[in-house]
């Protein structure tokens, strides 16, 4: 629970949050449990914190859910996450579309199988136009990877005289990423100080939390205790803390 001193302060809902989702693993090997266990557990995180979020009013929450370079864990671990992917998406779909929330799956899916590619075609059709939480599920996704996909359809609209060479500027090029939203707020669980290469141009002003909770004990009060973190934050974007004062 939150302790009366934290409780005093007041919270500052940041628009966008995106989290590392880290720790299943380490959760459950000091349980004596398998690798498995650990990530069904990290699903129960992932509804928790999503409601978590709604509630809260959080415009847009992006999890990293799997990354480009998860293809090299164990090959049974990996078959076994792609399952529960799959069933998560099958069980949690009708349950985002009751709550309005409209979600969508970033990053490179054509890896995935059929099977998969289906469920996440169903979930990002059924919820399109929902108006709550904007939840986006980054998967098979690598932050260089979307740097490169934008400059590959930059050359090719440039190769058909869509746009030139002029019209490229910050704003076009940010257009062009699979999310092209600044992350306000990136939490990271689990302890590990750094950010894996997810979401690299978008989270160039964002503010950085990092808590040594694993995956699976994340929820509600962890979320609010980063909330509270972002509230201390001085935002300066390049200005000075008079400036910011000044406004």
Not at 92 to 114: C, Q, W, Y
Not at 182 to 199: K, Q, V
Not at 203 to 210: G, I
């Amino acid at each position: 629970m939150l302790t009366d001193k934290e409780m005093t302060g007041e919270i500052k809902i940041p628009r966008h949050v995106a989290i590392i989702m880290d720790g299943n693993g380490r959760w459950a090997e000091k349980r004596g449990l398998s690798r498995v266990k650990g990530h069904r557990e990290g699903a129960a995180a992932v509804r928790r914190t999503i409601e978590a979020a709604a509630k809260l009013g959080v415009h847009s929450l992006t999890l990293f859910a799997f990354s480009s370079e998860n293809w090299k864990r164990p090959q049974a671990e990996v078959a076994a996450l792609m399952e529960l992917f799959s069933l998560s998406l099958k069980k949690e779909t009708p349950v985002l579309h009751r709550n309005n929330i409209k979600a969508k799956v970033i990053g490179d899916v054509s890896r995935f199988n059929p099977g998969l590619q289906k469920a996440i075609k169903a979930l990002e059709e059924t919820t399109a136009e929902n108006s709550g939480l904007e939840l986006n599920i980054a998967a098979n996704y690598g932050g260089r990877w979307d740097i490169v996909e934008a400059c590959r359809k930059i050359q090719n609209q440039i190769s058909c005289g869509q746009v030139t060479q002029n019209d490229l500027n910050e704003e076009y090029f940010n257009k062009q990423l699979s999310l092209p939203q600044d992350i306000d707020l990136l939490i990271r669980t689990g302890g590990e100080m750094r950010i894996s290469n997810f979401l690299l141009w978008q989270c160039a002003y964002s503010e950085l939390y990092v808590t040594d909770v694993l995956w699976p004990d994340f929820g509600e009060e962890e979320l609010k205790r980063a909330f509270l973190f972002f509230s201390g934050r001085e935002r300066r974007f390049g200005m000075t803390s008079a400036q910011i004062r000044g406004k």
